[in-house]
């Protein structure tokens, strides 16, 4: 590979180098421009006289004495306790993933295996399910959960985003099974073991990076709803997304528009450290089916 990149032409490289960075740029530069602003008072980042107001922060030192200013996480992550948003979204997200991934890894070993032609009508059903707007599943759970006094609660929202996440986590796990040879199975309970034990010690630490894929887009489905729990939760159990929205308040009430640029700035930050923290698992489990045995 480093005798394919040195006969390249210079000017090659060199193109191939500008447009991987100018593709860093913009795709950086919104959340790059937020944080910066998320420093200033709301006359500097959204100033309709003069945009470079947001670059030298002439409101921000004129109102605070200072050309940054916390006064938008302090007013968001205090005043506004979006601290408790944050723990309500770390529950939900956690209990989603754990769930999902649990019944996922057993629905999808056991289709893989059974050789059976329901096991492609239940994944047809399953995709069928997965295609439906979220809406819908939403509007189908409130009946019940009123009467049964749950509206308003976390365990609502972890339900329904269980049921919209399931089938997708049992198509991709069941994909990563198929990949994986019977014989492993069969070796397994040759020598010993049953075929649960043979689930949990031979095939799951092979298929791992699978896993941590599926388990990494099931958190990304929990983490960034705001159909399900806007509907679903009440004012005092909102998660980080709904409550970022209630910054920027209504017709009726007004809203403090830099308390929800803190709040995204801050809701975005876990996802990057995430995905730089999972980076070699989630390419490793995204390509283990390029190859199957």
């Known amino acids: 590979m480093t005798d394919l990149v040195n006969r390249r032409p210079m000017g090659l490289n060199i193109a191939i180098w500008a447009f991987v960075l100018c593709w860093i740029m913009i795709a950086g530069f919104p959340f790059l421009w937020t944080m910066w602003g998320s420093f200033k008072v709301q006359g500097d980042f959204f100033s309709k006289a003069d945009w470079t107001y947001a670059l030298h922060g002439v409101r921000t030192q004129a109102e605070t004495g200072a050309a940054f200013t916390g006064d938008g996480y302090f007013g968001a992550w205090v005043t506004k306790s979006f601290w408790h948003s944050a723990i309500n979204t770390a529950i939900v997200v956690v209990s989603v993933v754990i769930i999902s991934l ?61 049921a919209i996440n399931q089938p997708f986590t049992l198509w991709m796990l069941h994909s990563f099974f198929l990949n994986i040879p019977k014989d492993l199975d069969e070796s397994a309970m040759v020598d ?44 005092s159990n909102q998660t980080m997304i709904p409550k970022i929205a209630s910054f920027l308040g209504t017709t009726q009430t007004e809203g403090n528009v830099m308390f929800a640029v803190a709040a995204v700035v801050s809701a975005t930050v876990p996802l990057f450290v995430l995905v730089m923290f999972f980076q070699r698992q989630i390419v490793s489990g995204l390509t283990a089916g390029a190859v199957k045995g």
């Open 102 to 162: 649990s019944l996922g890894t057993l629905g999808g070993y056991a289709l893989a295996r059974s050789g059976k032609k329901y096991a492609f009508y239940l994944l047809m059903l399953a995709l069928v399910f997965r295609a439906m707007p979220h809406i819908t599943l939403v509007s189908g759970y409130l009946l019940p959960f009123f009467e049964w006094n749950l509206w308003g609660h976390l365990p609502t929202a972890i339900i329904v985003m269980v």
């Open 192 to 235: 010993g073991c049953t075929r649960f034990q043979a689930f949990r010690r031979v095939i799951v630490p092979v298929m791992w990076p699978g896993v941590i894929t599926t388990g990494l887009f099931s958190f990304l489905l929990a983490y960034n709803d705001f159909t399900v729990t806007a509907t679903l939760l009440s004012q």
